[in-house]
């Protein structure tokens, strides 16, 4: 049997306010094509598909039409949960459509979906709070342990009265041990036995793009609360591939397949092909990806130096974030001539000399609010703001008469 694991898609995702919605279609064409020529028989989707509970009209589209692919129509299996990112209701909403591929989306960490009705070649042949058994067209059998982000709230729970972290951190593995403890009861000896969660394990590395996920605080598992009996983990959470090296059975993060910040730079983003029967020790493969413009962090002497730099083709096809050395702030117009010699450069970091910096500073700190908002926003957008941007931020700071000194943080 073989089991195709990846997470972490965050689709509709941008990058400093540019679109990746073209290279997360490519990253899920490659996906679907290596379900397909590697005759993957179960994916496993870690959480988080959407970057976001309220997700767009377009990445909805790109996730519907590579899950209906992943499926091939009812031949393979699909499991989808629900990571941080993720609404639990939005995402199995789609369940009396999905199973009739043979699909199974859970949105919550004890969810219990109900069996296949039939006609469908994968069938769901039984469930209960957080398990299923999967009974594949080859005749095998899967029971996979499901945990979707299992925080307090889509617990149900509240874990601890404490609000020591120590004691909450605690309680927290323990109740997660505990659920992936229960249903990894009904493994048997007869079936392939998986568990795929959207958890942080402690001693994971992560990244700066996992944002606003409680990494290394109160919310985090110990290695030891993973069912002993499974023959591989599939996890999603970090974006950095890995493995869980503390875990008693072999235990992975797949990452995400797009680099989704420049912490991320140096990254082979990847999936894993797990191969696995009854009774045995998986055989983990991973695969890289080739999809998605990389990432590049450009420092620069000069403005002559980035030049130069980006009129080499092979440096066109990135992501940049430029920090480039000038001797005073750049104009607009400078900015506009950055962005026209490199189109993908997200983030431009002037770095004056001390003394200059210090003198720019105060003569900034003399200039009325509107005139410092106004040249701090034409060095971000590489551009006039409009007057409608402008009175906004004035409107949003409560502009008052005796605030014409404050300094904008630049």
Known sequence: MRILHTSDWHLGRALLGRSRLPEQKDFLQEICDLAQDQAVDLVLVAGDVFDSGNPSAEAENLFYTALERL??????????????????????AASPLAERLGISLLGYPAEELRPSSEGCPVQRVACGPGWMELALPSGERIVIATLAYPSEAR??????????????KEAYSARVGQALAAASTHFRSDTVNLVVGHI????????????????????????????????????????RPQAVGAAPVPARYAGSPLAYSFSEVDQQKEVVLVDVEPGTVANVRRVPLASGLP????SADSLEDFFAWAGDERNQHAWVDLEVKVQELLSPAEMARIHRAHPRIVQVRPVLPEAAAQVKRAQR?????????RL???????GEPSTDLIELFLELVNLEPDQEGKEVEA
Not at 212 to 226: F, M, P, R, T
Not at 365 to 373: D, I, M
Not at 376 to 382: C, D, I, K, M, P
């Open 71 to 92: 499926a091939a129509g009812g031949q393979r299996a699909a499991v989808v949960i629900a990571g941080n990112h993720d609404s639990p209701e939005r995402l199995r």
């Open 155 to 168: 617990l149900g729970e509240l874990l601890s009265r404490s609000l020591a972290t120590s004691e909450l």
């Open 200 to 239: 942080y394990v402690v001693g994971g590395r992560e990244s700066e793009s996992e944002r606003d996920i409680h990494l290394g605080g109160a919310l985090a598992v110990e290695a030891s609360a993973l069912p002993t009996t499974a023959q591989y983990v599939a996890l999603g959470h970090l974006h």
């Open 295 to 298: 990432l590049k962090s450009w």
């Open 365 to 373: 700190t003399a200039l009325p609010l509107r005139e410092q908002f």
């Open 376 to 382: 701090f926003a034409a060095r971000e957008l590489g």
